[in-house]
Structures are given as C-alpha cells and as structure tokens.
C-alpha cells in the first residue's frame, strides 16, 4: 500500500533575517549541492539501475533554481 505523506517547514524569517552568515551560507551551499547530488543520482540509475524519480528530482532543482534566482 502507498501512503502519500507531506511535511511542512515554517520557519520565523526575522530569525531566518538575523541568523549568522556563516549559516546562511552554509544553507545556500547546500542547495547549490543539490544540483551535483541530482547528476549522481542520475548516473547511477545508469549505471547501477538505482531507483530515480523525475517528479523528484524536478522539485528539488526548481527549489535549487529558485534559491539561486533569489541571490545576489
């Protein structure tokens, strides 16, 4: 049986606002890894037949996508 399960993250953005640079840079280079992490995924599902989901992926690099859109 599939069971659909959705989470939510909310977080306070004057305390996201007033977090320290170091991690927010941190934050920001993890999802500019997420880029990287969906080409592996993608080779090895070539080459190891690993499960691999498009509609997963695609929301991982529109939020990827998202972030760096919103940078400066």
């Known amino acids: 049986m599939l069971v659909s399960r959705h989470e ?8 996201l ?6 991690l927010k840079s941190a934050g920001f280079g993890d999802m500019i890894a997420k880029h990287i992490g969906l080409v592996y995924w993608q080779i090895s599902h070539l080459l190891a037949n690993e499960y691999y989901c498009e509609k997963i992926a695609g929301l991982t ?11 400066d």
């Open 8 to 15: 939510v993250i909310i977080g306070d953005t004057k305390i």
């Open 17 to 22: 606002a007033t977090a320290p640079s170091e």
């Open 61 to 71: 690099r529109d939020a990827a996508d998202s972030l760096l859109d919103l940078s």
